[in-house]
């Protein structure tokens, strides 16, 4: 399987506790991204890299929420102190440039549930 | 206020039905992109429409973008119980980093 791959697929939580997800990416994409999705709503960009830089942050994304991808291949997403509101399915995406778009490719995603 | 306004929000129907969801803006927009959600997974890129009245069919799918670059529509036709989903349209910014979502049409077919 070449596709997206994310770890873990579920994770609960307690209030307060901290926690960090992993992203595989498609091998050749240099591109990679993500999102968070809550329940009856689209997926809300948070961040993405460009090879091993971080070249975007949205506004959701906030002080206790960091994201790295130190070798420019899988990136980890880590969350602090979790509150209730960090609930929600965080999806990666992968893309690299192909004729004259980037086409972006989903991981399954990990659902995180804060209790 | 959402960029993208999806509808309708939810849709449940019988096998076989005909149906169409509706994205709308009041902004024009270079492309616009539709994506399938099944439960449990990651958005799933079905089709990308640049030129405004452009038309384009997937099997059973049809995909409209509207003349003016600020609407788009998804039609199914015989729905079956496999096109079980959310539907999701999107736009991407320049540069092309960032998709931003509209809230998606639910659509439930029944059998």
């Known amino acids: 399987d070449t596709g997206v791959s994310q770890d873990p697929r579920h994770k609960i939580t307690k209030r307060g506790q901290n926690v960090t997800f992993r992203c595989d990416p498609i091998?050749?994409?240099?591109?990679l991204y993500w999102y968070r999705q809550t329940l009856g709503q689209g997926p809300e960009f948070l961040t993405y890299?460009?090879?091993?830089?971080?070249?975007?942050k949205s506004r959701l994304l906030s002080d206790r929420f960091s994201a790295e991808r130190p070798k420019g291949s899988f990136s980890t997403l880590e969350i602090q102190r979790t509150e209730q509101g960090d609930s929600a399915m965080y999806l990666c995406?992968?893309?690299?440039?192909?004729?004259?778009?980037?086409?972006?490719?989903f991981g399954p995603g990990t659902r995180l549930t804060v209790t | 206020t959402q960029l993208l306004e999806q509808s309708p929000q939810f849709l449940s129907i019988q096998e076989g039905e005909n149906l169409t969801v509706y994205c709308n803006s009041s902004?024009?927009?270079?492309?616009l992109q539709w994506y399938r959600q099944e439960p449990g997974e990651g958005p799933v890129l079905l089709v990308t429409?640049?030129?405004?009245?452009e038309v384009k069919k997937l099997k059973r799918l049809t995909f409209q973008f509207g003349d003016a670059r600020k609407d788009s529509s998804l039609h199914i036709t015989a729905a079956q119980p496999g096109d079980t989903g959310l539907y999701l349209c999107?736009?991407?910014?320049?540069?092309?980093?960032?998709?931003?979502f509209g809230a998606g049409t639910r659509l439930f077919v029944k059998a």
């Open positions: 890299f460009q090879n091993e830089a971080q070249l975007e």
């Open positions: 902004s024009v927009f270079s492309s």
């Open positions: 091998s050749e994409h240099n591109r």
């Open positions: 429409v640049v030129t405004g009245g």
């Open positions: 995406a992968s893309s690299s440039y192909r004729g004259s778009t980037y086409e972006q490719y």
């Open positions: 999107a736009l991407r910014n320049t540069g092309g980093f960032k998709t931003i």
